[in-house]
């Protein structure tokens, strides 16, 4: 499996700015996968992000506000944009392997 | 659609004991199940992951089994220790939609010294 580095690891923030996280794999990956974990809820998938295409997003998110970049196989951007109190949430990116899904190891965004 | 409901939400033992965290899912038509660890504000660290034609998997004090056709998966865990307090989330590969992972909410352990 791949190694899958994320960061920042956590960050608050004032309402009104964004925050760009950044996730990293070290071996070349198709598709990867951006999901919220909204505080005492579960993962909600926000959206794919493709390399060469625009990233593919749920119900529910708009690229408006969550932008997202793929430029290579290794390398994805999640932008939480005009932030207010109800984007904290701990962001994930993810991978798989065959079946499999590898974590990176999260962002906790508290937005004040 | 999918759905995964992990019983208890919540759970409390003395270290030492053995305990089982229940995993049930809607749809048995899955490839797989996965069970996680979350240390408080992190992310996900992969445990066990058990194939649709699996009935169990082992990891050192860690066994998981699967019951596909009653949709029920158990995560066992042996000799608990306070480096066990995490939340341990179940999710299932169904390989439809964008991702195909449906998550449960989670069984909150603590482990007391």
């Known amino acids: 499996s791949a190694v899958i580095s994320q960061k920042p690891s956590r960050d608050i923030c004032q309402r009104g700015t964004s925050l760009t996280i950044q996730c990293q794999v070290d071996?070349?990956?198709?598709?990867m996968f951006w999901y919220r974990q909204q505080p005492g809820q579960s993962l909600t998938l926000i959206a794919t992000a493709n390399q060469g295409s625009e990233a593919t997003y749920e119900s529910g998110f708009v690229i408006d506000k969550f932008p997202i970049s793929r430029p290579n196989l290794t390398f994805s951007t999640l932008t939480v944009s005009n932030m207010s109190p109800e984007d904290s949430s701990i962001y994930l990116c993810?991978?798989?392997?065959?079946?499999?899904?590898?974590f990176g190891q999260g962002t906790r965004l508290t937005v004040v | 659609k999918q759905e995964v409901t992990q019983i208890p939400a919540a759970l409390s033992v003395p270290e030492g004991e053995n305990l089982v965290l229940n995993c049930s899912f809607t749809?048995?038509?899955?490839?797989?199940l996965q069970w996680f660890r979350q240390d408080p504000g992190k992310g996900l660290t992969s445990l066990l992951l058990i194939q649709s034609s699996q009935r169990e998997q082992t990891s050192g004090r860690l066994n998981a089994s699967l019951d596909k056709s009653s949709g029920r998966s158990t995560l066992y865990i042996a000799a608990s220790q306070p480096g066990d307090s995490a939340t341990y989330l179940c999710a299932v590969y169904s390989g439809g939609g964008a991702d195909g992972l449906t998550f449960g909410k989670g069984t909150h352990l603590i482990i007391q010294p």
């Open positions: 749809d048995s038509a899955i490839y797989n």
């Open positions: 993810t991978y798989r392997v065959n079946t499999e899904a590898f």
């Open positions: 071996s070349q990956v198709t598709m």
